[in-house]
């Protein structure tokens, strides 16, 4: 998990908050009152409720603004917090970095009152993404490797509801399909850095993709090929919640 140390020192300028992304977070939270946030990273879309954040990097710690939750350094398979400590407990897009997946779920449903949300991605329609499936399926090779059946997310979480997250045209949360429909960020090495799986595969790795990339907004052939893309405002990238109801 301390792989943020080195990756995540760009991510509270490229990784804001989207507001409908967050609107639906929190409808997903339901009506608690108290939240615990577990990989909290920079603190993105953390409700007023919110009473403590645990992230194990001191570099995305650093990164949370003034008058956030208060912060712990820990691990998700290990928290540092008592039983049924808060109405509901949110895992954004941290789950794939876990060592032991069923451990720390466990821990959730341990600090959970009422509710557990995970953010995570199903890669089956990941995979397919154009930027992964055209251009850096050497991300893809890194993606297969840790992302998660969110069927197995439900089943570890006692059963659980899953939604889709559609991605808006103009998402301002820089994660991996976050630019569908504009290409050319893809080509800023700031925007990869704020993407896990670009900024692990390796930017040499990712070279011989990006220089056809470049090539392809230049004459003209990814919007040829991608015509469709341009007349949707919201993408079903792979991203889903998964929402558990505990006792």
Same mark, same amino acid.
């Given at each position: 998990?301390?792989?943020?140390?080195?990756?995540?020192?760009?991510?509270?300028?490229?990784?804001?908050?989207?507001?409908?992304?967050?609107?639906?977070?929190?409808?997903?939270?339901?009506?608690?009152?108290?939240?615990?946030?577990?990989?909290?990273?920079?603190?993105?879309?953390?409700?007023?409720?919110?009473?403590?954040?645990?992230?194990?990097?001191?570099?995305?710690?650093?990164?949370?603004?003034?008058?956030?939750?208060?912060?712990?350094?820990?691990?998700?398979?290990?928290?540092?917090?008592?039983?049924?400590?808060?109405?509901?407990?949110?895992?954004?897009?941290?789950?794939?970095?876990?060592?032991?997946?069923?451990?720390? *779920? /466990? !821990? #959730?449903?341990?600090? @959970? $009152?009422?509710?557990? &949300?995970?953010?995570?991605? +199903?890669?089956?329609?990941?995979?397919?993404?154009?930027?992964?499936?055209?251009?850096?399926?050497?991300?893809?090779?890194?993606?297969?490797?840790?992302?998660?059946?969110?069927?197995? *997310? /439900? !089943? #570890?979480?006692?059963? @659980? $509801?899953?939604?889709? &997250?559609?991605?808006?045209? +103009?998402?301002?949360?820089?994660?991996?399909?976050?630019?569908?429909?504009?290409?050319?960020?893809?080509?800023?090495?700031?925007?990869?850095?704020?993407?896990?799986?670009?900024?692990?595969?390796? !930017?040499?790795?990712?070279?011989?993709?990006?220089?056809?990339?470049?090539?392809?907004?230049?004459?003209?052939?990814?919007?040829?090929?991608?015509?469709?893309?341009?007349?949707?405002?919201?993408?079903?990238?792979?991203?889903?919640?998964?929402?558990?109801?505990?006792?």
């Amino acid at each position: 998990m301390t792989v943020y140390d080195s990756i995540g020192a760009t991510y509270s300028s490229t990784r804001r908050p989207d507001p409908r992304i967050a609107a639906r977070i929190h409808s997903a939270l339901g009506d608690a009152r108290t939240v615990v946030n577990v990989g909290a990273g920079a603190g993105s879309y953390e409700p007023a409720g919110t009473v403590l954040a645990v992230e194990p990097s001191a570099v995305m710690i650093a990164q949370r603004p003034a008058g956030a939750a208060p912060a712990v350094q820990a691990v998700a398979e290990s928290l540092p917090v008592a039983d049924d400590a808060a109405d509901a407990v949110m895992a954004l897009l941290t789950v794939h970095h876990w060592t032991d997946l069923a451990a720390g *779920l /466990a !821990e #959730l449903r341990r600090i @959970a $009152r009422r509710r557990v &949300v995970v953010l995570t991605w +199903d890669q089956r329609v990941t995979r397919e993404f154009w930027l992964l499936r055209e251009y850096v399926p050497e991300a893809t090779a890194i993606d297969e490797t840790r992302a998660v059946p969110v069927e197995v *997310l /439900a !089943e #570890l979480l006692g059963g @659980a $509801r899953i939604e889709t &997250v559609p991605v808006p045209h +103009d998402c301002v949360d820089g994660f991996g399909a976050a630019y569908w429909r504009r290409p050319s960020a893809y080509l800023e090495r700031v925007v990869r850095d704020g993407i896990s799986m670009l900024a692990q595969t390796g !930017e040499e790795a990712l070279a011989p993709g990006l220089a056809r990339l470049h090539a392809d907004l230049a004459s003209g052939r990814w919007h040829e090929q991608h015509a469709d893309l341009l007349e949707l405002d919201e993408l079903d990238a792979g991203y889903r919640l998964v929402i558990a109801d505990v006792s």
